[in-house]
């Protein structure tokens, strides 16, 4: 089922059983997100919460609700995306990828849906009347602290918009980004953006400050799930997440013109905060922030976002989150990108049989990988090619693994690993780029990185002893103690 709004979403949650109203008044500072941490390190990441009477920082109560957690399980996550499973949205993206050419007429017209598939859903932009412009603020209006933006942990610089679509334009080449980015409130009408040097949205900005020109950016929250999913997720520069979305949703998004710049929004946002970056103006002081290192990021200079206008619905929800020591919400959209994605990565390395990057990993300092072993060698020719694709260049440890171990267990994966290796023989390092908030990389963005070769050892590649075989029960006694056990009187 397509959902098309944040509204729709929560209603599809609840009728779930996922979705816990609080009624009771409960502070945006500090304690809506002590809340929420504990919700989502609770079993299966706890409820989705929506607080329906959050109290402002200024004090007195906020009109808008807060939702928190929204995306905080695997099941949220595919009520979110339409699907019953993660790997579901993975095996349509298989089978666009896996072509072979037509031999008659009959495949050539079985391959016509595939191929349409491809082109059915571009975003559409719509003229007037969209849901998040039923209210529009401009100028003495605006005023940041009326909307519930949280502060989450005692030494963040500030309160911090955490769940946005970050919308910019490539002046070059017109192509629009939408990103995930953390964004702290200054003032009545300032924040400061955290454009990480990896990120699109900081190529965007270094672009127009050599040209001298204000950027246009807009902030919106809410709209359909698949969006919201679509900005966190590290598609290639050249694709656009709306156009990303419509296809997970198998729907179109819906733009709408902004109203003080010529970007578009999802017309059926909750709530769009416009604005510009002046690349004549100094850098402002933006930070600390609590991260999803579970460390503190620091203090650093960004962009300031100067508001020109907000827009919104006349009942808006203001969609959240909070990240931290992990399991947080942060890890089921990550877990959400690591099964979606893993066909584009057997694309450029076929021999992949899985991948996972565990919550205590966060994202970016553990990834294992199992393979199909054919040729000495090949799990450092794996590892090279994942430090050569996108985000994953961040990696800080890859472990490679036999594609018999569940990567999905990583007790699994960490015993094989343990046993498999020889630490001198089968570990080595290098360099390249680190994620930003590494605090402990040796220079901001650059320092080491590991790899493990955790595979079964070959003659060639200098094991000359015989390689043991895993302790497995076989099938039959098997047979026979299930087939008997409820006579055992067990309790296990």
């Not at 955790?454 to 003659?459: G, I, L, M, S, V």
């Not at 200098?462 to 076989?474: H, L, N, S, T």
């Amino acid at each position: 089922m397509s959902l098309d709004s944040l509204g729709e979403f929560l209603t599809a949650l609840e009728r779930a059983g996922e979705l816990l109203r609080v009624a009771r008044p409960v502070s945006v500072v500090k304690e809506i997100a002590e809340v929420a941490d504990r919700c989502m390190k609770a079993p299966r990441g706890g409820p989705a919460l929506l607080f329906t009477a959050p109290t402002l920082a200024a004090g007195g109560a906020s009109r808008t609700p807060v939702g928190i957690n929204l995306f905080g399980s695997e099941r949220r996550m595919c009520v979110a995306l339409g699907v019953e499973r993660l790997d579901d949205v993975a095996a349509r993206i298989t089978e666009l990828l896996v072509f072979k050419p037509p031999e008659g007429w009959r495949e050539k017209l079985a391959m016509l849906p595939r191929l349409a598939e491809l082109t059915k859903f571009p975003p559409r932009t719509v003229s007037g009347g969209a849901p998040c412009q039923e209210v529009v603020l401009r100028g003495g209006e605006i005023d940041l602290g009326l909307l519930p933006v949280i502060t989450c942990w005692p030494e963040d610089g500030g309160p911090y918009i955490t769940l946005p679509q970050v919308i910019t334009r490539d002046p070059v080449s017109g192509v629009r980004n939408v990103g995930m980015y953390r964004v702290q409130v200054l003032g009545r009408d300032l924040l400061a953006m955290h454009w990480q040097r990896h990120k699109v949205g900081a190529a965007h900005w270094r672009e127009m400050a050599a040209r001298g020109a204000k950027m246009p950016v807009a902030i919106a929250m809410g709209a359909d799930p698949a969006s919201i999913y679509s900005a966190s997720a590290p598609l290639p520069p050249n694709i656009d997440e709306y156009l990303f979305a419509g296809f997970l949703r198998r729907k179109p998004v819906t733009l709408v013109k902004a109203v003080t710049s010529d970007l578009v929004v999802p017309a059926e946002a909750e709530i769009v905060i416009e604005g510009y970056v002046d690349p004549a103006e100094a850098l402002v002081m933006e930070g600390p922030f609590g991260d999803h290192t579970g460390f503190y990021s620091l203090a650093d200079y960004y962009p300031a976002v100067h508001v020109t206008a907000i827009t919104s619905r006349t009942s808006p929800v203001y969609p959240t989150t909070i990240v931290g020591r992990p399991p947080m919400e942060d890890y089921y959209l990550g877990r959400a990108t690591e099964r979606i994605f893993l066909p584009l990565l057997k694309l450029t390395v076929p021999e992949i049989v899985d991948y996972h990057m565990p919550a205590y990993g966060i994202f970016h300092n553990l990834v294992f990988v199992s393979i199909h072993k054919q040729f000495p060698g090949q799990a450092w020719k794996v590892m090279n090619a994942l430090w050569g694709m996108g985000l994953m260049s961040l990696a800080k440890v890859i472990v490679v693994l036999d594609r018999d171990v569940n990567v999905q267990d990583p007790d699994e994966a960490w015993w094989v690993a343990l046993n498999h290796i020889d630490p001198q023989r089968d570990i080595r390092f290098t360099m390249g780029p680190i994620d930003v908030l590494d605090h402990a990389a040796r220079a901001f963005t650059y320092g080491s990185k590991m790899g493990i070769d955790a595979t079964t050892k070959w003659k060639e590649e200098g094991f000359d002893r015989e390689w043991p075989r895993r302790i497995v029960m076989d099938d039959e006694t098997k047979r026979r103690v299930d087939a008997m056990w409820a006579e055992l009187g067990i309790r296990a």
